[in-house]
């Protein structure tokens, strides 16, 4: 059984991890309308993984016989001013989720909860790569960004990366 207190700041990252797939696929979309289909491609990875985050938090609520309290996700922006504004976007958005898992897993240790901290320490690895993504992202963009060439050297790119299902905190 998992102590309510904990049950109640799962099911909010349930929330958060749903909302960040539709900011992903807000970007996505930004992305698409300006024809630049690497990065969209990127976003919509982006929006895959974040779904599956949710649905490890989901099922890791259940086989600790908590209740799942599904929430409502609020709209995302619809618009974006830039390619920039995007990648910067994104980057806080990742540092957001890092604190609130970190703020779990604080919890979960004040609280004694071992299996939920052990849990949690995927999503705290995997919030480095995130960051890590996000940031490396942005700093490539601002790089190139008064170069058309280079931004289409940089779609490509994006283009490449591939859906991989997370195994490891199943």
């Not at 909302?19 to 630049?36: D, G, K, Q, R, V």
């Not at 890092?98 to 919030?127: H, M, P, R």
Request: with cysteine; hydrophobic share 40%; charged share 30%.
């Amino acid at each position: 059984m998992i102590k309510k207190s904990i049950e109640e700041k799962l099911n909010e990252q349930i929330q958060k991890e749903f909302y960040s797939a539709y900011l992903y696929l807000a970007m996505e979309a930004y992305f698409s309308s300006i024809n630049l289909d690497g990065f969209a491609n990127w976003f919509h990875v982006q929006a895959q993984e974040e779904c599956d985050h949710a649905m490890l938090i989901f099922n890791y609520i259940n086989r600790v016989a908590g209740r799942v309290n599904l929430r409502q996700i609020d709209e995302p922006p619809a618009d974006f001013g830039s390619i920039e504004e995007v990648l910067k976007a994104a980057l806080d958005h990742e540092r957001f989720v890092t604190g609130s898992i970190n703020d779990i897993l604080e919890l979960a240790n004040s609280e004694k909860d071992y299996k939920t901290a052990a849990f949690l320490q995927w999503f705290v690895n995997e919030q480095v790569e995130e960051e890590e993504n996000a940031e490396k992202n942005l700093a490539a963009f601002q790089f190139v960004k008064d170069d058309p060439k280079g931004i289409l050297l940089l779609d490509r790119e994006m283009a490449a990366r591939v859906y991989t299902p997370p195994s490891a905190a199943e």
